[in-house]
């Protein structure tokens, strides 16, 4: 049971009058695509139920591979920790644009469509993101030549190429479909990271007026593509104001999350800091969420190869507070990796030095997970 009545009783007590008054103020919630499906509408609405009762816990590649193993039916690190799965899975596009059969991450574009199908049918979440290449240079996503994302735009030289790109998007998105035809809503987290300069697309590699055209751009041409399952998550990296999160920004009508990634380093070892960053952008982010009606997310998270023990209850917990967030993902569970010669895993798996903490972690009223999305919605 994952309910503790004296805990349950008191949380009821103390937040009643929050949920309350965060339910009405965002009683204006809609997506930005006009036309999106009847599914795609219904779990918008769910997401904001669900952020009254609690958090979605997400994890990337969750049902793909995990340490020490790649591609075993029904398998996932949390699964075997915890015995549920995550509520939101994580998957990358990265590879589709260049018709590669497999994503960045080695994933085969089939077997991804059949995990997302798979969790569908379970009551799970997907979110994708999309590293692609830099279309100036055909180099990765991490190549961050200046103007990059200039060449891009209607009318210059890359933005046939981006189209083709767009294409391919359009045609996964729509690949995508329960047992009774309908397409399965995603939350599509493009442009990602952008206020850091690591990427093309990223801070001082495009003014913000490229940036929000090229956003503007893909949302209205996927819609052209009709692609109407998709709920579009906005996401910087680190941010320390209202004005700097928003520098890019595309407009209310543009974006239906509101998020951030941020993860806790080794020179950070009793996580204060990263309790400290994250306290203070959902503070910023809380606000903005209110004004513009907008749900808010920690959309990557995590400290690679947890070596706190207690990191799920006494870090990431503490990190997001008393938020109404509608979901934390935590990144991937590569396992060895053999050119830096270390672990590289953000999930607890069994025998894992945190795997007890994360067990307490999962049995938290507030930490929702997929078994526990109808029983929250009743």
């Known amino acids: 049971m994952k309910k503790h009545f004296l805990t349950l009783l008191t949380a009821t007590i103390i937040s009643s009058s929050c949920i309350s008054q965060k339910s009405a103020s965002n009683t204006n919630l809609s997506l930005s695509d006009k036309k999106a499906t009847t599914e795609t509408k219904s779990l918008y609405k769910e997401l904001n139920i669900l952020t009254q009762k609690g958090f979605l816990f997400g994890h990337q590649d969750d049902l793909a591979y995990g340490v020490k193993w790649k591609y075993e039916d029904g398998r996932s690190d949390v699964k075997d920790v915890a015995g549920d799965y995550p509520a939101v899975y994580g998957w990358d596009i990265a590879g589709l644009e260049n018709d590669s059969p497999n994503n960045i991450d080695g994933v085969p574009f089939a077997k991804m469509k059949q995990y997302i199908i798979e969790a569908d049918a379970r009551g799970g979440i997907s979110t994708i993101s999309w590293h692609f290449d830099n279309p100036a240079t055909g180099k990765n996503a991490w190549d961050n030549t200046k103007n990059s994302l200039k060449t891009i735009l209607p009318g210059a030289e890359n933005h046939k190429k981006f189209t083709s790109w767009l294409d391919k998007a359009a045609v996964f998105f729509l690949s995508l479909k329960d047992k009774n035809g309908k397409n399965i809503p995603i939350l599509f987290r493009p442009f990602h990271e952008l206020t850091g300069g690591?990427?093309?697309?990223?801070?001082?590699?495009?003014?913000?007026?490229?940036?929000?055209?090229?956003?503007?751009?893909?949302?209205?041409?996927?819609?052209?593509?009709?692609?109407?399952?998709?709920?579009?998550?906005?996401?910087?990296?680190?941010?320390?104001?209202?004005?700097?999160?928003?520098?890019?920004?595309?407009?209310?009508?543009?974006?239906?999350?509101?998020?951030?990634?941020?993860?806790?380093?080794?020179?950070?070892?009793?996580?204060?800091?990263?309790?400290?960053?994250?306290?203070?952008?959902?503070?910023?982010?809380?606000?903005?969420?209110?004004?513009?009606?907008?749900?808010?997310?920690?959309?990557?998270?995590?400290?690679?190869?947890?070596?706190?023990?207690?990191?799920?209850?006494?870090?990431?917990?503490?990190?997001?507070?008393?938020?109404?967030?509608?979901?934390?993902?935590?990144?991937?569970?590569?396992?060895?990796?053999?050119?830096?010669?270390?672990?590289?895993?953000?999930?607890?798996?069994?025998?894992?030095?945190?795997?007890?903490?994360?067990?307490?972690?999962?049995?938290?009223?507030?930490?929702?997970?997929?078994?526990?999305?109808?029983?929250?919605?009743?």
């Open 198 to 378: 690591w990427f093309w697309w990223g801070k001082g590699n495009c003014t913000p007026e490229e940036f929000k055209t090229a956003w503007k751009f893909t949302f209205d041409y996927l819609q052209k593509k009709g692609v109407h399952n998709l709920i579009y998550v906005y996401n910087t990296g680190g941010f320390g104001s209202e004005a700097d999160f928003l520098a890019n920004y595309p407009g209310d009508n543009y974006a239906d999350i509101l998020s951030f990634d941020s993860y806790q380093n080794s020179n950070d070892p009793n996580g204060q800091k990263f309790i400290s960053e994250v306290q203070n952008q959902f503070k910023i982010l809380n606000e903005i969420s209110l004004k513009k009606h907008k749900l808010i997310a920690l959309a990557e998270a995590g400290y690679e190869a947890v070596p706190d023990s207690k990191w799920w209850t006494g870090t990431l917990l503490k990190a997001i507070g008393d938020y109404k967030i509608s979901y934390v993902l935590l990144w991937r569970n590569h396992g060895w990796q053999e050119k830096e010669q270390k672990m590289h895993y953000y999930a607890p798996f069994s025998g894992q030095v945190s795997e007890k903490d994360f067990v307490d972690f999962y049995n938290l009223d507030q930490t929702i997970f997929e078994k526990d999305i109808q029983k929250k919605l009743k």
